[in-house]
């Protein structure tokens, strides 16, 4: 199912990963060798940095010849930060045992000391943000602010068979899309673009998001348990009902699927429940939900100049629709 994707396979990528990884373990260190070692912990764990990555290339997307600057990288970095810091959170949230293939912070050290520093790489990522201004920090302040939105209207809605798209939506626009909708407004902004430009950035980051989230809510209903690293319809399981499940819910098999959840589920439920979904149509519907995010995002790129930078953009949003055709 993976296929290679063209963010993670730009000329000059491994330059960028590298300032991109030295400014990340920069903004970890601390004077306390217990918050270094924690805060740093899922830092060194890896991860593609898709938001370094988009905000380096919004920044070279108005001229193509355009470099990334250290504004730029900064800027990326803040909002991985940002990033990481909420998975701290997450993983407590969940009771996660491992994240990126290493234990997670709350499995290792605690819950309350995955909190804490959590909230220590927040508050680095605004002193990085701070450092380039006080609109990208008032940016970056309101996006953390909108992330935990998303993050507590999902958990008003868990268990709830009578969840709508719209929440749905509202809910990932928070928890995933806004980040990135920051990443490509931080790297236009820093690039002192023309501001019709940073909006269509900002638009592209956006849409790219909310197609991410989609397209990772679809994974998790049709992949298989060794792809995901996790049981497939987890987040079912876990009563967060995702795309794919409330589009199955109008769908053949549907009532079936709302009387079994609503709860906890069984092992054999669970598989009963990830079999409906599987069979009816709520995941073409999905699929096709993502698509026209995918299409909205492209369709931002077009009010920028042609750049290689904006290519790379719209590549890698095309790119997240490749292996969901059914």
């Not at 306390?32 to 805060?39: H, K, P």
């Not at 998790?220 to 499940?245: C, F, I, Q, R, S």
């Not at 079994?260 to 149509?281: F, M, W």
């Not at 995941?283 to 993502?290: F, G, H, Q, R």
């Given at each position: 199912?993976?296929?290679?994707?063209?963010?993670?396979?730009?000329?000059?990528?491994?330059?960028?990963?590298?300032?991109?990884?030295?400014?990340?373990?920069?903004?970890?260190?601390?004077?306390?060798?217990?918050?270094?070692?924690?805060?740093?912990?899922?830092?060194?764990?890896?991860?593609?940095?898709?938001?370094?990555?988009?905000?380096?290339?919004?920044?070279?997307?108005?001229?193509?010849?355009?470099?990334?600057?250290?504004?730029?990288?900064?800027?990326?970095?803040?909002?991985?930060?940002?990033?990481?810091?909420?998975?701290?959170?997450?993983?407590?949230?969940?009771?996660?045992?491992?994240?990126?293939?290493?234990?997670?912070?709350?499995?290792?050290?605690?819950?309350?000391?995955?909190?804490?520093?959590?909230?220590?790489?927040?508050?680095?990522?605004?002193?990085?943000?701070?450092?380039?201004?006080?609109?990208?920090?008032?940016?970056?302040?309101?996006?953390?602010?909108?992330?935990?939105?998303?993050?507590?209207?999902?958990?008003?809605?868990?268990?709830?068979?009578?969840?709508?798209?719209?929440?749905?939506?509202?809910?990932?626009?928070?928890?995933?899309?806004?980040?990135?909708?920051?990443?490509?407004?931080?790297?236009?902004?820093?690039?002192?673009?023309?501001?019709?430009?940073?909006?269509?950035?900002?638009?592209?980051?956006?849409?790219?998001?909310?197609?991410?989230?989609?397209?990772?809510?679809?994974?998790?209903?049709?992949?298989?348990?060794?792809?995901?690293?996790?049981?497939?319809?987890?987040?079912?399981?876990?009563?967060?009902?995702?795309?794919?499940?409330?589009?199955?819910?109008?769908?053949?098999?549907?009532?079936?699927?709302?009387?079994?959840?609503?709860?906890?589920?069984?092992?054999?439920?669970?598989?009963?429940?990830?079999?409906?979904?599987?069979?009816?149509?709520?995941?073409?519907?999905?699929?096709?939900?993502?698509?026209?995010?995918?299409?909205?995002?492209?369709?931002?790129?077009?009010?920028?100049?042609?750049?290689?930078?904006?290519e790379a953009l719209a590549s890698a949003a095309r790119h997240l629709l490749v292996g969901?055709?059914?």
């Open positions: 199912m993976a296929t290679p994707n063209p963010l993670l396979d730009l000329p000059g990528l491994p330059v960028l990963r590298e300032r991109v990884e030295k400014r990340l373990l920069g903004a970890v260190e601390s004077d306390d060798t217990a918050m270094a070692e924690m805060a740093s912990h899922l830092v060194k764990a890896g991860g593609k940095r898709l938001r370094p990555v988009l905000a380096a290339l919004s920044s070279t997307a108005g001229d193509p010849a355009a470099t990334v600057s250290d504004d730029a990288v900064t800027g990326g970095v803040a909002c991985e930060l940002v990033h990481v810091g909420s998975l701290h959170h997450d993983d407590v949230i969940d009771e996660a045992a491992t994240r990126h293939g290493v234990d997670s912070v709350n499995a290792r050290w605690g819950n309350l000391r995955a909190i804490l520093s959590g909230d220590f790489l927040l508050a680095r990522a605004s002193e990085l943000a701070a450092s380039l201004g006080t609109e990208v920090a008032g940016l970056l302040a309101a996006t953390i602010g909108r992330l935990c939105e998303g993050e507590v209207r999902e958990l008003q809605f868990a268990y709830q068979t009578d969840r709508s798209v719209a929440d749905y939506a509202a809910a990932i626009e928070g928890k995933t899309a806004a980040l990135y909708s920051t990443a490509c407004r931080i790297g236009g902004i820093v690039a002192d673009l023309p501001r019709a430009q940073v909006d269509a950035l900002t638009d592209f980051g956006l849409h790219y998001g909310m197609a991410f989230q989609v397209v990772d809510d679809i994974l998790d209903v049709v992949a298989t348990d060794e792809e995901l690293g996790k049981p497939a319809g987890h987040d079912m399981a876990e009563g967060v009902y995702n795309l794919p499940v409330l589009r199955a819910f109008d769908g053949a098999g549907g009532g079936e699927l709302r009387s079994l959840l609503g709860g906890p589920l069984e092992p054999d439920a669970q598989a009963r429940a990830l079999a409906i979904v599987r069979g009816g149509d709520g995941v073409t519907l999905a699929v096709s939900d993502a698509r026209a995010y995918v299409d909205r995002a492209v369709a931002d790129l077009d009010r920028l100049p042609p750049t290689p930078a904006g969901l055709d059914r």
